[in-house]
């Protein structure tokens, strides 16, 4: 009896994980699948299979560069993020200072804002200043690395404050008594004991600003538009497969820079 | 020469002090133990040496060396954490290595040194292993032997034992003492058990709110609390309330009990009785003082008898006796009536408090 009801649980334990686990991944499998369909457009059942797809979102530009444009966005706006994170996070973990949660809950604001709204003011906050300076920011790829930054910096926060909690501090305070100043201590115990937070934040911050559609379509000039907005501006005249086989080169970049940061830490280990 | 004095060192935080004026001078080659409750100060005052908090006044010096303002990592001190503390990306060898490396000691001088120092400890085949692969107690070997690789001037230990279990303990503790004396090495212990400490020490410094409660050998501690609170935190649990009457103890209630010598207190204090120079008879015995109650509680130890009696004026006392063995006299059972006795030198006149 007792037994038949703990096979029953298990039962519907399995199945309600598959389920879940269905649900996330079976959008992706099928765009994947999507961008082999030869049909002209997009459309069930498949009459054939190419890679026609491929070829042609490379041969459009807007892609391409489109491509480019966030790739080096995105890990500019990772390294801002890095520069200013990983001190930022040391004072909050570290500082006690008054005004400390406020500064954390500052931070983490960008996550919460949403995005549209984040967009919309940044925007109005660049018009003003070129009102007042005369220099544009808005439309410039400096204005759009600051928006970036601003997506990447809670991500690496929130991962390098949660890597560095778990830091006894006493390891610093040993380092000290034998001998080691304050940099060294940095370089050669604080910084390779929270590795795994710091990879894993840098990761998440720049996923993170690279799929970023909101706040950049305020942001970017005439003929410089990140890969989100060159999707939603091909979509709006074409309803193809190509946004199938960009979607899945993003797929595979992002899963990729996953498995090679997972095989030097553990990202586990970062949470 | 490596002689730490503390001269009217002070620490506070905002209004709160937690550690006042204190003086101290610890002898070259000497253990002492700062031995206190929690929140006595005696972390701070370790922390103050070790240089990882500033005192808010005073000076501290080694070998005649003024330090107040030094940064840890130039007062050549070794320091053992409760929580040992290991670099947890490093092997044993790195980190032992790593004190030397900050030296700039040559490599093959290092990798010597820590071989050595490994060997001290009983570490050695552990040396390309990770601080998590080993026990609690290992670990805590790891530190005292990465603290005393350096050469330091002073060791100083910050609750070493807490995190080990009984009988790890015990063993620690000898290899400490053993270490520390063939070593000839400065070291100040900080511990809130009054057994750790009197096993290790030379002298121990008693604290309480901030400020030395008394000072002394182990034997003198034990044997000659001065206040109340130095009696209870050496594990004396029997405290009879009274004053000094004419060269004699008398209790609250009107008994007299002989004293032996120090009679000088005035006004309130208290007589303080080590449960093993409580004797337990049936009769009262002549020449000393004697008490009759009831037991209460009685928890046989194997090599020792503990009773708790109350006392006909309600006083609850322990008392402990060697056990009698087998075919020697019976224990006395749970409500037995008795008479608890002591020789007149055996009582010590404490201060309230």
Redesign the interface.
């Known amino acids: 009896m007792s037994g038949a009801s703990a096979n029953n649980t298990r039962w519907a334990y399995t199945l309600f994980s598959s389920l879940v686990i269905g649900f996330i991944l079976l959008p992706l499998v099928f765009i994947v699948w999507m961008s082999f369909f030869s049909n002209k457009i997009l459309s069930f059942p498949p009459q054939g299979y190419t890679l026609d797809w491929y070829t042609r979102a490379w041969e459009l530009s807007d892609f391409r560069n489109g491509f480019f444009l966030s790739f080096r966005t995105s890990m500019i706006a990772t390294l801002v993020a890095l520069v200013l994170g990983l001190p930022a996070s040391f004072a909050l973990v570290r500082g006690r200072f008054a005004g400390r949660d406020l500064v954390n809950t500052l931070l983490m604001s960008p996550i919460v804002v949403p995005a549209i709204v984040g967009g919309s003011a940044i925007f109005v906050f660049f018009l003003e200043i070129e009102f007042l300076t005369g220099i544009q920011v808005a439309g410039s790829s400096l204005g759009l690395i600051m928006a970036h930054s601003l997506i990447a910096l809670p991500w690496m926060i929130r991962l390098v404050t949660t890597s560095m909690i778990s830091v006894?501090p006493?390891?610093e305070?040993?380092?000290?008594?034998?001998?080691?100043?304050p940099l060294?201590i940095f370089f050669?115990?604080t910084l390779?004991?929270i590795k795994p937070g710091v990879i894993a934040g840098s990761l998440f911050a720049f996923v993170n600003s690279f799929i970023d559609l909101e706040k950049s379509i305020f942001l970017v000039g005439p003929n410089s538009t990140t890969l989100q907005i060159a999707l939603i501006n091909y979509l709006e005249w074409n309803f193809d497969s190509t946004i199938g086989a960009v979607a899945t080169v993003q797929i595979s970049l992002i899963t990729l820079l996953l498995l090679i940061t997972d095989r030097y830490v553990k990202l586990s280990r970062a949470f | 020469m490596s002689e730490v004095v503390l001269q009217e060192v002070a620490k506070h935080y905002g209004p709160a002090v937690v550690v006042q004026n204190m003086s101290l001078r610890i002898a070259d080659g000497e253990l002492i133990s700062l031995l206190g409750p929690s929140g006595c100060g005696k972390t701070t005052t370790l922390r103050m040496i070790?240089?990882?908090v500033d005192a808010t006044s005073g000076k501290i010096t080694v070998g005649g060396r003024d330090v107040t303002g030094l940064?840890?990592?130039?007062?050549?001190?070794?320091?053992v954490?409760q929580?040992y503390?290991?670099?947890?990306?490093m092997t044993i060898a790195q980190n032992v290595a790593?004190?030397l490396e900050?030296?700039k000691v040559n490599r093959a001088d290092a990798e010597k040194k820590v071989q050595e120092a490994l060997a001290r400890v009983r570490l050695a085949q552990y040396a390309d292993r990770l601080p998590k692969q080993l026990s609690g107690g290992q670990q805590q070997r790891v530190?005292l032997a990465?603290?005393l690789v350096?050469e330091p001037d002073v060791l100083?230990l910050d609750e070493p034992l807490s995190n080990l279990d009984a009988s790890l303990r015990q063993e620690m503790k000898i290899e400490i003492r053993q270490l520390q004396q063939s070593l000839g090495l400065t070291t100040i212990f900080v511990t809130h058990d009054q057994d750790e400490a009197m096993s290790t020490s030379d002298r121990m410094v008693l604290m309480y709110n901030g400020k030395v409660e008394q000072i002394g050998s182990p034997d003198e501690l034990y044997n000659q609390p001065r206040s109340a609170f130095a009696a209870r935190f050496l594990g004396v649990p029997n405290l009879l309330p009274g004053r000094i009457v004419q060269g004699s103890f008398e209790m609250e209630g009107g008994t007299a009990l002989r004293l032996a010598g120090q009679k000088q207190l005035v006004g309130n204090c208290f007589l303080a009785l080590r449960p093993e120079v409580i004797g337990i008879s049936a009769e009262a015995v002549e020449g000393e003082n004697n008490l009759s109650g009831t037991v209460e509680i009685m928890t046989y130890h194997g090599a020792a008898v503990e009773y708790q009696l109350r006392t006909d004026a309600g006083l609850t006392l322990t008392a402990r006796a060697v056990a009698p063995g087998l075919g020697g006299p019976e224990v006395l059972p749970k409500g037995a009536k008795a008479w608890l006795h002591w020789p007149a030198s055996a009582g010590v006149i404490v201060s309230e408090h």
Do not use: K
């Not at chain 1, 305070?173 to 100043?181: N, P, Q």
């Not at chain 2, 940064?71 to 320091?79: A, L, S």
């Open positions: 006894n006493s390891i305070e040993a380092a000290s008594s034998l001998g080691a100043g060294t050669r115990i390779p004991v | 070790g240089g990882f940064p840890p990592n130039r007062r050549n001190m070794g320091f954490f929580n503390a290991l670099f947890p990306h790593f004190g900050m030296r530190a990465r603290a350096i100083l």
